[in-house]
């Protein structure tokens, strides 16, 4: 049983420049989170992917946009990079919308330099 | 931001103690608070959760304890091993709002 896949592990880019982060859902599941965790802080919502649309977004501006795919997987395009984005993105899966039960990739590791 | 506060930053417990982590949250909308367990390089890993409609909720050695009243939990690692050096992080969310709101980690070493 797969569980929640993303790529790139780790990527560097430079200020200004723009960003896509890739995620597949555990197996099972049809809905999709992304997360921004700073180090040594707890993660913070960023958005959620249902039947391909955005369902419920946070405090993020809208250099943050995503997509969701017919087969379920999602991206996340961060534009003009700004060296405060440098972070952990995790993608978490869940049954559907609306569960709390959500389960974690291992993140994609993002600097911004 | 934050609705939920996370205690302590740090923890060293030897190995067979109890190690206890708590948390408390301001929105009283909340009902469900999960445990999550992170190594170093690694995603968070979901460890115990509880709705607040019972105080205790018991998993092999990770209990998770509920005050509803004070709008508080924990969580108790009972003979705690060097295998349970991580962070942990607490969390909560209400059905229906995807947001899940987290606190900001303890990190917990276990001394042989």
């Known amino acids: 049983d797969a569980g929640v896949t993303q790529s790139p592990t780790h990527l560097i880019k430079t200020r200004g420049q723009q960003v896509t982060l890739r995620c597949s859902p555990k197996?099972?599941?049809?809905?999709v989170s992304w997360y921004q965790q700073a180090l040594g802080q707890g993660p913070q919502f960023i958005f959620q992917y249902y039947e391909e649309e955005e369902r419920q977004r946070g405090n993020f501006p809208d250099r943050f946009s995503g997509h969701q795919f017919p087969n379920y997987s999602s991206e996340l395009n961060v534009n003009a990079l700004l060296l405060g984005d440098s972070a952990l993105y995790l993608c978490a899966s869940s049954f559907t919308t609306g569960t709390n039960t959500i389960y974690f990739g291992e993140g994609s590791w993002l600097t911004v330099v | 931001q934050q609705q939920v506060k996370q205690s302590p930053q740090s923890l060293i417990v030897q190995k067979g103690g109890i190690s206890i982590i708590n948390c408390a949250y301001e929105n009283t909308a909340f009902d469900y608070f999960p445990w999550y367990q992170q190594f170093p390089g690694k995603g968070p890993a979901l460890l115990i959760a509880i709705r607040p409609d019972v105080s205790e909720k018991k998993e092999g050695r990770f209990t998770i304890s509920f005050n509803k009243s004070a709008k508080q939990f924990s969580l108790h690692i009972m003979d705690s091993q060097p295998g349970d050096s991580a962070t942990y992080f607490c969390a909560a969310s209400r059905e229906g709002d995807n947001d899940m709101r987290f606190g900001a980690g303890t990190r917990l070493t276990v001394k042989p």
């Open positions: 197996s099972g599941h049809d809905t």
